[in-house]
């Protein structure tokens, strides 16, 4: 379906699948491929030991993630929460020399990502919304008016957001007990690259469950914006002020239970 105009302009063209793919796998290659690629130059190349190699190759995601926190200059919970995770695992694995550790430290480090995932979908802020927010509205103005009028009146669309975190949480969970599981039965060398392996996996799968989790969602807000639009259009007819306006109760195909 058409996307109206966004107000105060024309509306922009939707982003390319292929540049959204690219925009979204992005941090996934510099936190997952470029460490891994890393541990090997440094393992076999430069004849580092295991553990040296495996804190050094660290320090890429943990310098993209300070990196991302000072130019945002806000907090970002998630964000914050990975950089805790692989400071606090890097200095536990130095002090006790233990690659398999170290492995199963990113691991758990994911996996306690997750759990904060999955408890904050219980929240009045799961922390998947300012992944979901930018890639739902596109920074189109009468979407995002959209989302924080939804976010406000309509249960169906908070669950529809929250499940998202759920989804998300749950998954990084299972990732942690796999490769917890491999870095404590696999040799060293192999789970490097099985855990990358592992990882992406689950990230892909659950990229695609997010499509399949909010598709509710995001038609509540297509809907929103189309409705609004043609609001707007029969007051411009009539003569009145075009301005925006939620009328008030929301239609009742906005509500729990909405047919899809």
């Known amino acids: 379906m058409t996307n109206p105009a966004t107000a105060g302009g024309?509306?922009?063209p939707d982003p390319s699948p292929s540049s959204q793919l690219v925009t979204a796998l992005r941090p996934l290659v510099?936190?997952?491929?470029?460490?891994?690629a890393l541990y090997y130059v440094l393992h076999d190349g430069a004849k580092f030991s295991s553990v040296d190699s495996l804190i050094l190759s660290g320090v890429v995601p943990m310098?993209?993630?300070?990196?991302?926190?000072?130019?945002?200059?806000?907090?970002?919970?998630l964000a914050l929460l990975m950089l805790v995770v692989t400071v606090a695992g890097a200095g536990i694995s130095a002090m006790t020399g233990s690659a398999r550790l170290m492995l199963a430290k990113e691991s758990l480090g994911t996996g306690v990502i997750g759990l904060a995932i999955a408890w904050s979908a219980f929240t009045r802020q799961p922390l998947m919304t300012n992944a979901m927010r930018p890639m739902m509205?596109?920074?189109e103005a009468r979407k995002e008016a959209a989302w924080e009028h939804l976010r406000a009146t309509c249960p169906a669309f908070r669950r529809g957001i929250s499940n998202v975190s759920l989804l998300w949480g749950l998954g990084l969970l299972g990732d942690c007990v796999l490769r917890v599981i491999g870095a404590y039965t696999l040799p060293v060398d192999t789970m490097v690259w099985m855990s990358t392996v592992i990882l992406v996996g689950a990230v892909l799968v659950l990229m695609v469950g997010t499509g399949?989790?909010?598709?509710?969602?995001e038609r509540l807000l297509l809907a929103h914006v189309e409705d609004d639009a043609r609001r707007e259009a029969g007051r411009e007819r009539d003569g009145g002020p075009?301005?925006?306006?939620?009328?008030?109760?929301?239609?009742?195909?906005?509500?729990?239970?909405?047919?899809?």
Do not use: M, Y
């Open 10 to 12: 024309p509306a922009r």
């Open 30 to 36: 510099i936190d997952v491929a470029v460490p891994t």
């Open 63 to 77: 310098v993209r993630t300070v990196f991302g926190l000072l130019r945002e200059r806000k907090v970002n919970g």
């Open 137 to 139: 509205t596109k920074g």
């Open 212 to 217: 399949k989790v909010s598709d509710h969602a």
């Open 242 to 260: 075009a301005v925006h306006a939620h009328p008030a109760p929301w239609p009742s195909r906005h509500q729990d239970g909405a047919a899809a």
